[in-house]
Structure formats: C-alpha cells, structure tokens
C-alpha cells in the first residue's frame, strides 16, 4: 500500500475510534433508536436547530460546549446531520446524551429542554440552505421520533420560536414552510 493511503487510512480510523469513544457514530434513521440500554424519556417536543457554521460534526460541536460553553456532558444536540463538510452529507451522528437519555441545554429554557429532543443541522442557514440529503434526514428523523414519541406536528419548533428576539436559529434560509409540509402524512 502507498503511504499516502495508509496515512489516510490511519486518519480514518483514528478518527471513527475518536467518534466512537466519545460516544458518536454515524447512524441512519430507522437505527437512530439506540439508546444503550436506558429507557427512553417521555419526550414531548423536537426542536430544530442549525450550527451557524458551515462545516462541523458532533465531535467537534461536543469539544465547543465543552470547553468553551463549559457544558458538562458537552455536545447540547441529541442528533446532529452533516453536510459534507466534517460529516457525510445527510449522515446522522448520534450523541450520548440520546443514547443515555438524558437533557441537553440546546433551547435557552431549562424547562423546554427537560422534555426536547435536540436536531442540529450542520451549516449556515442565514447564509445558504440545508442540501437536500440534510433535508431528506430530518424529515425522515423527525417522523421517526414524532411516531415512536407521539409528538404531534405542533410540538415540532425551530429553535427561534422557543427563544424568540434572542436566535434566529436554524436561520432564515431554513426552509420552514417545506419542512413542515414533508411532515404532513
């Protein structure tokens, strides 16, 4: 083998051994589920949310609200869905707060959060919009969750209508009116 594949194949593993030890792994939606053994939450509410960046994946959101926000548990999201730039394009990383069922602090209200499940799109939606694998995963995980959760249409938000004047989160170029028709049976 050349050494530039083996470099890179040395780059890639390490880096699926980094994701995995910190509790992230590539996942479709119909394996999203896995919740390690703990029992699922009585969950009310999906909350949307974009990066505000335009490259990025769970391990690297994780070290931001680790220590630079200084959250504990670090990654806030329960999901997040790459763009191609840091994670495949429409690919669902799953973060250990999912898997242990616990709170992540992704809404500004401690309450809302106690009973939301956070899904973060990766990229900049001031700037561009979600490309259409982004867009295809969250309505199918957002389907998936609202029918194992029974969560109704309403209790689907973007970030911005729990805390409004404060975010703009997931971005004005989020396309809010297609998403929620995909929603609709």
């Not at 309505?139 to 703009?168: A, C, P, Y």
């Not at 809010?176 to 929603?183: A, C, I, K, P």
């Amino acid at each position: 083998m050349r050494p530039v594949l083996l470099v890179a194949a040395a780059i890639a593993a390490a880096l699926f051994y980094c994701l995995q030890t910190a509790g992230y792994s590539p996942m479709n939606s119909s394996t999203a589920f896995a919740s390690a053994g703990h029992p699922f939450r009585e969950w009310k509410y999906i909350v949307i949310h974009h990066s505000a960046t335009r490259s990025g994946n769970a391990a690297r959101f994780h070290r931001f609200h680790r220590y630079s926000k200084k959250w504990r548990d670090g990654l806030a999201y329960h999901f997040v869905i790459g763009n191609g730039l840091g994670s495949k394009d429409g690919s669902i990383e799953v973060g250990k707060r999912w898997r242990r069922q616990i709170p992540g602090p992704h809404t500004g209200d401690a309450a809302m959060n106690e009973i939301s499940i956070g899904i973060c799109l990766v990229g900049d939606f001031q700037r561009e919009q979600p490309t259409n694998s982004q867009m295809k995963t969250i309505v199918e995980l957002t389907r998936s969750l609202q029918e194992e959760f029974n969560i109704s249409i309403e209790n689907v938000l973007l970030h911005r209508e729990i805390h409004s004047g404060h975010t703009k989160c997931p971005g004005n170029r989020f396309p809010e009116l297609e998403f929620y028709s995909r929603l609709k049976p």
